[in-house]
């Protein structure tokens, strides 16, 4: 809903479309909100993952989002629009997320994400290109198969270490001390 706001140049009409919701959907609903968008914008003080922007990202959105928290570990300025802070501060102490002396989180800039929100709407090509610099980039690290590329290999790093080690300890006791193995 749109305030009455003192200022002529700002209209209903020069308005971006845009929607709060507040219920849950369902996946299938996500991927046709993603679909039904243009960029997704994702102001938070904090998040230990930020699973809705990398949704987004492998949508081939342009995400625009706090440069703070979880998001940082694969939000780049060259996949996304990071929004910068104004500060971090305390979390209150009647916050619903819990408070702990000195647990902080950041204030993103309202101006820097109105800026990034102007200049994707009159730089739409750029955001299309970054939304496809973000899905090549969570495809090729995030995928099943990129994720279970990672995990087979760490795997196979664990199984060396076993069988090393049991062969160490198979070793006759005499054969480990000429190895300089025992003291």
Known sequence: MCRNIDNPKITRATLPNFCI??????????TTLYNSVDAFV???RGEGWG???MQ???MGLPVMA???GGV????KPSNSFLIQLDGVVEIPTDSVYGWSLGTKWAEPSVAATVSIFQYLATHRSHGQRV???ARKYIVDNYSEEALGAIINDHLQRIRSKVLSR???AAAPRHARQKKGLLG
């Open 21 to 30: 919701i507040s219920q849950s959907l369902s996946g299938k609903e996500v």
């Open 131 to 133: 939304g496809a610099v």
């Open 72 to 75: 940082t570990d694969f939000m």
């Open 42 to 44: 994702y102001t938070t």
């Open 56 to 58: 987004a990202m492998s």
């Open 51 to 53: 699973l809705p922007a």
């Open 166 to 168: 049991r062969l160490h």
């Open 66 to 68: 706090t440069n703070f």
